[in-house]
Nanobody
């Protein structure tokens, strides 16, 4: 399955962005989906994940209460609503599909999108 992430950009601290990730196949509905991010010089880290049906979600402690992951299986799309953004949220954000999950390890994910840049200015 091919994943296309979009919605990144430049925003001031305290602002909001919504990322979207569209999948190319209907099999998307059978996958758990996750968002990861990677800042320059740092390892890729888990941000959020959602089960195939949307009933279960996981969040990194650093984004809990500020970010919300959701999905619309009719549109083959997963979203990441990011509120109260901080400069430390600056990174390239990736969406990924997991045939099991939802899980937090990047190595568990089978398919990856190309990434979208999020920059938060102070």
């Amino acid at each position: 399955v091919q994943l296309q992430a979009c919605g990144g950009g430049l925003v001031q601290a305290g602002g909001s962005l919504r990322l979207s990730c569209a999948a190319s196949e209907r099999t998307f509905t059978t996958y758990a989906m996750g968002w990861f991010r990677q800042a320059p010089g740092k390892e890729r880290e888990f941000v959020a994940a959602i089960s195939w049906g949307g009933g279960r979600t996981l969040y990194a402690d650093s984004v809990k209460g500020r970010f919300t992951i959701s999905r619309d299986n009719a549109k083959n799309t997963v979203y990441l609503q990011m509120n109260s953004l901080k400069p430390e949220d600056t990174a390239v954000y990736y969406c990924a599909a997991d045939v099991k999950g939802p899980r937090t390890g990047a190595y568990d994910y089978n398919y990856w999108g190309q990434g979208t840049q999020v920059t938060v200015s102070s």
